[in-house]
């Protein structure tokens, strides 16, 4: 059995509708994470001690616990929950379990954001007597959020790796696809280093673009370098 | 609460495959991060070619994909055989964590300040010298607290063993869940405190990390 072109041209068209799949469940779960981070962070603010350690405890049990298993949980155990429980689809479950699973880590990033800015900024807004809303929207926010832009980017891309996942609870992705076209003809070589060589296609210029965003962006935030000019005889 | 104990022991059975693999993956992942890591410093370019292709290829594609492709494609091309399915996914999870953690092990030893590669230079050290006494005692501190991330990352990535036939926890547990449709909900919360509780350890060890990686490195 060596590689062999059929294979090729016969398993494209199922991966690349796949693709699509994967694509869109990329973006869709992305912006669940990105929603349930703010939960997060907004829930961790409230100065209540018992309140912020239990949310602290939660995230870091999402945190290291496996997303195959919450998402089995989901799929599988969700539905025999008393009281609460229903039956949700492969996608919804997709969408929940991963998007629950990274907002723990985007959660973490909107914190970091939040507490680079300067002390002094804080207290410049309250002697200004700034509304809570205009000191968030007006000077904290607008500070935050740049520097953790490459960051919030990565996680793009972690995130697309991960939803190959769903395919193990029915999610009709590239994975899935070339499995199916596998255990037909019994060839998995040539679809499965296609999916490979699409994800790759994929997510490398996405990763080489955020590290040129993030090498400009430290650059601006460079507290050293405050005009943000490039010095071109410098070798970074 | 019979049931508990019954779920209990059979999960049980699966924790010492969870174990090895993490154990195995993780010591061959180490390896496989400071070669890439040195392989991307090296003089020569085709090395450093060779470990850029190696690290961008593992980096870019999913861990779940490569590990189907170890476990189902590998043995069709050129007949190689991983002599066995635990193999498949040790060297998978190595080859894809150690790609990541070349460019920790990379990153750390740039970002030793210059002055220290310059002072071993006027003490007249060899290159070999430089590395071994000067710089990696200072760049692996720098490695440590991201080296504990990556083995919680890789404790989670063991569950994907249980899709190639390997019987660990989730394996267990998803087999007893298939029998005990009604139980499912205390199957899963349970796996998942298993897991939880193998990563409480390594939670802390990599807390321990942060404290000791700026112990000892000169700052510019």
Known sequence: MTWNWNYVVESLPAIFQGMWITLGLTIACYLFAMLFGFVWTFVRRIPWRPLQMAVAFIMEFIRSTPPLVQLFFLYYAWPMVPYVGLTLDPITVAIIGLGVHFSTYIAEIYRSGIESIDKGQWEAATALNLSLKDKWTKIILPQAIPPTIPMLGNYLIIMFKEVPLTSTIGVAGMLHAANNFGSKNFAYLEPLTLVALFFLVMSYPTAVLFRKLEQRMNRRFDKNNPTGKIDKGVVT | ?220
């Not at chain 2, 609460?1 to 993956?25: H, P, R, Y």
């Not at chain 2, 070349?102 to 750390?108: N, W």
């Not at chain 2, 919680?152 to 087999?175: F, N, P």
């Not at chain 2, 449709?181 to 998942?192: D, G, K, M, N, R």
């Open chain 2, 1 to 220: 609460m019979s049931d508990l104990t019954e779920i209990f022991s059979v999960l049980m059975k699966g924790i010492n495959i969870t174990i090895t693999v993490l154990i195995a993956s993780a010591i061959l992942s180490y390896l496989v991060a400071f070669i890439a890591g040195f392989g991307r410093l090296s003089n020569n370019i085709f090395i450093r070619k060779f470990t850029g292709f190696y690290v961008e290829v593992f980096r870019g594609t999913s861990l779940i994909v490569q590990l189907f492709w170890f476990y189902y494609a590998l043995p069709g091309l050129f007949d190689i055989q991983l002599s066995s399915d635990f193999w498949a996914a040790v060297i998978a999870i190595a080859m894809n964590y150690g790609a990541y953690m070349s460019e920790i092990v990379r990153g750390s030893i740039l970002s030793v300040a210059k002055g220290q590669r310059e002072a071993a230079t006027a003490l007249n050290m060899s290159r070999f010298q430089r590395m071994r006494l000067v710089i990696l005692p200072q760049a692996v501190r720098m490695m440590l607290p991201e080296f504990g991330n990556y083995l919680i990352q890789m404790l989670k990535a063991t569950s994907l063993v249980s899709l190639v036939g390997l019987t660990d926890i989730l394996y267990h547990g998803d087999i007893f869940r298939s029998t005990h449709l009604s139980l499912a909900p205390t199957v899963y919360i349970l796996i998942l405190i298993f897991y939880f509780i193998l990563a409480l350890p390594l939670i802390w060890l990599t807390r321990w990390a942060e404290k000791q990686s700026s112990k000892g490195v000169a700052s510019e």
